[in-house]
């Protein structure tokens, strides 16, 4: 069972800062695709900004308690194959 998406993003604020933590719709738009243009991206209930393993972990620990998937995004330079987030998916991408 998912728990409700203004719980997950508010316990992912609560864990990592609301710094890391991107819910902003435009901004979460312009992560929705990677350079292959041939997947249909759903929408992602949130972008996480990991800055170690540790936020990783407190992320995955999270959506798997709340039901909700992760998809994982490097530097959007890769071909996902299909491997976007559907419309209930959380993102998490490390940074540089």
Do not use: F
């Amino acid at each position: 069972m998912q728990a409700p998406a203004a719980d997950l993003t508010a316990d992912l604020v609560s864990a990592l800062g609301p710094d890391q933590v991107v819910v902003d719709p435009d901004i979460l738009e312009s992560y929705r695709w990677d350079r292959s243009a041939m997947t249909v991206a759903g929408r992602a209930l949130a972008m996480v900004r990991a800055r170690s393993v540790d936020d990783v972990v407190a992320t995955l620990r999270l959506a798997r308690a709340a039901g909700r998937p992760v998809v994982t995004r490097g530097r959007a330079a890769a071909w996902l194959a299909g491997r976007t987030p559907s419309t209930a998916a959380s993102r998490c991408r490390p940074q540089p």
